[in-house]
């Protein structure tokens, strides 16, 4: 079988992870068509050899080479369907920035997805993540995902409850490889509340009145409180936050906060969730720096790459961080990258 159109090799994938981990790809292809994926994917088949879909790198490490097929998701042309007087369905094809989609939705006066500007990533990796941020999640707002199914060969679509998303989580990680996400369907609507209960974002709006906001403004202030605690990967190479914010049992959490009167915690179903942020700061690892990786000095939820770092750097600082917040509390930190090319 023929390898397909514009196939390259040996490609260094470091512009393209936000954490700028120079590891290569044996085989690289952007994708701008179904067709092409599907091509690629059979050449790929042909050859067994292992499919990455990539889309902004924002949320994994490359721990090593990729010894397969990189497929780099450039579906674009977002469109709007259904548009009422009260709303309206967006599409974004994967390889869309994410938010850049934002601030086109909300300068178009559509609401529900303004809290979530500024985090970095493609409308293909949004739902694998359900992506969230100051009180929203991503699957507030979503309608549909197209995927192609690599176990069935075919094109389907995938309702939101279909997709199994939970805090951080989705049936896209719990069934990894199956599903590539083609595009996004997201219901948008002119008069739904604003949700501006978040500590952070309701202090910055606090003069505001609420009956004068508009969707950009509410997206502007996100951007503004983001840019106070989060570096920008284009300038000092991150991942966003690298671990989940872990969720403990009401004895457990009894239990630490006896220990720790100032222990941050959420009330949520199940349990209460506790923030990892500040276990970590607890432990002493805000600021903390070696030759080349270390943790930002005002989020310690941010692994930063500040001296051409490698994947295996970043992941050494991130299990001591574990083993640290570990012995110190009792409680264990998940990462939220994948991790790609740990052999």
């Known amino acids: 079988m023929k390898p397909?159109?514009?196939?390259?090799?040996?490609v260094s994938l470091g512009p393209l992870n936000t954490l700028a981990v120079d590891a290569r790809a044996r085989y690289f292809l952007d994708v701008k068509a179904v067709g092409e994926l599907e091509q690629a994917l059979a050449w790929a088949d042909s050859r067994q050899l292992d499919v990455l879909v990539l889309g902004g790198g924002s949320n994994l490490v490359f721990a090593g080479d990729y010894d397969g097929l990189v497929i780099h998701m450039a579906l674009r042309g977002r469109h709007w369907e259904q548009v009422t007087d009260d709303g309206a369905v967006l599409v974004l094809p994967a390889g869309e920035n994410w938010h850049e989609s934002?601030?086109?939705?909300?300068?178009?006066?559509?609401?529900?997805i303004e809290n979530l500007a500024l985090i970095p990533g493609t409308a293909g990796a949004a739902?694998?993540?359900?992506?969230?941020?100051?009180?929203?999640?991503?699957?507030?707002?979503?309608?549909?995902?197209?995927?192609?199914?690599?176990?069935f060969g075919r094109q389907q679509t995938l309702d939101r409850d279909r997709c199994g998303f939970g805090?951080?989580?989705?049936?896209?990680?719990?069934?990894?490889?199956?599903?590539?996400?083609?595009?996004?369907?997201?219901?948008?609507?002119?008069h739904a509340p604003f949700s501006l209960g978040y500590g952070d974002l309701n202090e910055y709006l606090a003069d505001s009145d609420p009956a004068n906001l508009t969707p950009l403004a509410v997206a502007r202030a996100v951007m503004a409180v983001r840019h106070r605690?989060?570096?920008?990967p284009s300038v000092l190479p991150n991942a966003g936050s690298f671990f989940k914010n872990p969720i403990v049992t009401e004895e457990q959490f009894q239990s630490l906060q006896a220990r720790h009167p100032d222990l941050v915690s959420y009330p949520v179903e199940g349990g209460v969730k506790l923030a990892a942020g500040w276990l970590i700061d607890q432990a002493g690892w805000k600021g903390f720096?070696?030759?080349r990786v270390g943790v930002h000095n005002r989020q310690?939820?941010?692994?930063?790459?500040?001296?051409?770092?490698?994947?295996?750097?970043?992941l050494a600082l991130a299990e001591s961080i574990q083993a640290s917040v570990r012995a110190m509390f009792g409680v264990e930190l998940e990462m939220e990258p994948g991790v790609i090319g740990l052999h």
Do not use: M
Request: aromatic fraction near 8%; include cysteine.
């Open 300 to 314: 310690a939820l941010v692994l930063i790459n500040h001296s051409q770092g490698s994947g295996a750097d970043v």
């Open 4 to 10: 397909p159109v514009n196939l390259q090799e040996q």
């Open 229 to 232: 605690k989060l570096p920008d």
């Open 102 to 112: 934002v601030l086109y939705a909300a300068g178009a006066g559509y609401r529900g």
């Open 167 to 190: 805090y951080r989580d989705s049936l896209f990680k719990h069934e990894p490889g199956r599903y590539i996400i083609l595009d996004i369907r997201l219901r948008l609507s002119r």
């Open 289 to 291: 720096r070696n030759e």
């Open 127 to 151: 739902p694998v993540q359900n992506i969230g941020a100051y009180g929203v999640e991503l699957c507030d707002s979503l309608q549909s995902v197209t995927v192609w199914d690599r176990r």
